[in-house]
């Protein structure tokens, strides 16, 4: 039984050492540009830009293959941090991929609502819940205002409500942190 055990620890041991290593040997580097660039999107992940996501489209940004004035929610203010960023000149956006709207949450009529789950298919993010032939709701601190669930819904009961800035969205958008420890006073 002892033996067992030994064999058994030493075989983990010896798998331990092999993962560790080829963890390290095979380590694969991401492009620090791309996740800079991927930085100053604003993570909708809407495709409007005719990529699957955010991170996609970065990449293609890096490589020279998309431009850099072709998502909407980003706007002229994502643009502008992009030309910085790649020394580009800057260029309005794109109108074939849509117009620069206020930042916007989705929010569900739950008297009208179904419970089809085709919202819940078409959320990039996952902020939709709900269980089939039951109400759904949204996740307001997920949804990233993508519009990817309004065509999909047969009822129409999903709108888009533009996000005032009021005491609650500016600390998601600007993080408030102590001063002082906890517990403190000077």
Sequence with gaps: MIAAILVMAIGAVLLGAALGYA?????????????????ILPQTQCGQCGYPGCKPYAEAIAKG???I???PPGGEEGIKKLADLLGREFKELS??????????????????CIGCTLCIQACPVDAIVGAAKQ????IASQCTGCELCLPPCPVNCITMEPITENVETWKWKYPV???HPAGTTH
């Design 65 to 67: 293959d998309a431009e």
């Design 177 to 179: 942190f102590p001063l």
């Design 23 to 39: 963890a390290i040997k095979f380590k694969v580097e991401g492009d620090p540009l791309v996740e800079k660039i991927d930085a």
């Design 69 to 71: 004035n072709c998502c």
């Design 135 to 138: 109400m759904h709701t949204i």
């Design 95 to 112: 109108g074939e991929h849509g117009i620069e709207k206020p930042k916007s949450v989705a929010f569900i009529d739950e008297q009208t």
